[in-house]
């Protein structure tokens, strides 16, 4: 099982990335970690690292450069929801596991919701954490 995790630096993401490391242990699996944002910074390095720390916490190998059991990435989008959609198809994932903090419907209508993307386009299983 290929499980991917998209992380925004909210702890409802951090929450879905331990629930997800313990999923790939049970099943197996490959666990990849990403962060999705319209250029790197200090901030992405900063959810990058918080990130192998809780994939340390849970003792999944968080060796990028092996690619085999994590690989914990930043990607460059504008549309969050659009870029999961797209990586998912790019590689082949079978579960995305992710985290949704209940924005308002102000936000979520002028900012989209990158959970109700993915799980209203019905193209592979998500399982959200609050």
Do not use: K, W
Request: proline share 4%; charged share 30%.
């Amino acid at each position: 099982m290929d499980i991917l995790v998209p992380v925004d630096g909210s702890d409802c993401s951090f929450r879905a990335l331990g629930f997800a490391a313990e999923m790939a242990r049970r099943y197996e699996g490959r666990l990849d970690a990403v962060h999705f944002a319209e250029a790197e910074s200090e901030s992405t390095d900063a959810v990058l690292d918080r990130a192998e720390r809780v994939l340390d916490a849970q003792d999944v190998d968080t060796e990028p450069e092996v690619n085999t059991d994590v690989d914990v990435e930043f990607r460059p989008s504008d549309s969050v929801g659009d870029g999961i959609l797209a990586l998912v198809e790019e590689r082949g994932y079978d579960h995305v596991v992710m985290g949704h903090h209940g924005a308002g419907t102000l936000e979520r209508a002028l900012l989209g919701s990158a959970a109700e993307t993915v799980l209203h386009a019905d193209r592979v299983p998500v399982t959200v954490i609050p």
